[in-house]
């Protein structure tokens, strides 16, 4: 299988200084996820938790909610040019007997790429796929999942200690789960943001654990809409991040019900749709 970090020479330049050194960078390749044998999608992802990032993928497209859905996960024959070994680039998503397979067309396949997932989407409408896992406690009086700011606050250096692949590389996205109480669940790294939460879902997934109903979504960058489809899609109730998230991505949080958190930075945050499960300081 691929490699999660590569060296490659550079000539690194420090304080007027020429030197020759080798650099270690994050890995990224293509990978081409089938369902029942026929081509769906293809990501540019870091290699490592493949068939979770498959199955993710899956569930943020609507198309499987529990691991009964699935009948097999298995790398495909993706050989080198030339007849090599092979690349384990392909995986191949078989349904279970019963489970309905949407239908793959030119519109309905998708290209993604490590920044954006959406790309080859035949309109946003597409995307606002009905969740199985419907976002609940939206009442102030009944929430189900209600988080101290505070505890909010302490996530980011968590996700960052956890971190491993990025000490070396400085070049990856993270995505975390943690509990309501602030215990990290799970934590995946990969050079697409949404690779990296696709990976946590998955999983989620094959584990059982679906909906992930009283989970918190931490991620290392932005919050874009795709994000808060893939945490809608996994019946998460609180999305947070540590950068900017997009108006679009707001509207999706606000129609849903999703909590969702953004320029998460120490003490300071900024609370976009959801207020009732976060207990905020006193106001001022």
């Given amino acids: 299988m691929g490699r999660v970090t590569e060296r490659r020479r550079t000539i690194r330049i420090r304080d007027g200084a020429v030197a020759v050194r080798p650099d270690t960078l994050v890995a990224e390749e293509p990978m081409e996820i089938r369902l029942n044998g026929r ?10 938790d493949d068939f979770a990032l498959a199955v993710g993928f899956l569930v943020s497209e609507g198309v499987i909610g529990a691991a009964e859905d699935i009948r097999s996960v298995v790398y495909c024959a993706g050989a080198e040019p030339g007849g090599g070994a092979n690349t ?39 995307v606002r796929t009905a969740t199985r896992f419907p976002i609940t406690g939206r009442s102030p009086s009944t929430p189900a999942l209600r988080v101290e700011s505070a505890l909010l606050a302490r996530l980011p250096e968590r996700l960052r200690a956890a971190q491993r ?10 995505a975390a789960l943690f509990s309501a109480d602030g215990e990290m669940l799970d934590v995946r790294e990969d050079v697409g943001r949404h690779n990296a939460v696709d990976k ?15 989970a918190i979504l931490l ?4 919050a874009s809409f795709e994000l808060a489809q893939k945490a809608v899609m996994a019946g998460i109730p609180v999305l947070a991040a540590v950068s ?4 679009l991505a707001v509207d999706l949080a606000l129609e849903s019900g999703l909590t969702l958190v953004g320029f998460l930075r120490g003490p300071d945050m900024n609370v976009y749709a959801g207020e009732e499960r976060v207990a905020l300081p006193s106001r001022v």
Avoid: W
């Avoid at 769906?40 to 490592?48: D, E, F, H, K, V």
């Avoid at 590389?169 to 993270?174: D, K």
């Avoid at 991620?219 to 932005?222: C, D, F, K, L, M």
């Fill in 39 to 48: 081509p769906l999608a293809i990501t540019m992802r870091t290699p490592g």
């Fill in 200 to 214: 946590l879902v998955g999983r989620a997934l094959r584990e059982g654990l679906l909906p992930l109903s009283r």
């Fill in 244 to 247: 900017a998230p997009s108006s």
């Fill in 88 to 126: 384990y680039n392909v995986v191949d998503v078989q349904l279970a007997p019963g489970v309905p397979v949407p239908d793959i067309t030119l519109e309905r396949n998708v290209y993604t790429t490590s920044s954006c997932g959406l790309c080859g989407k035949a309109s946003l409408d597409a």
């Fill in 165 to 174: 692949v990025f000490d070396k590389t400085g070049g990856l996205h993270a």
């Fill in 219 to 222: 991620v290392s960058g932005r």
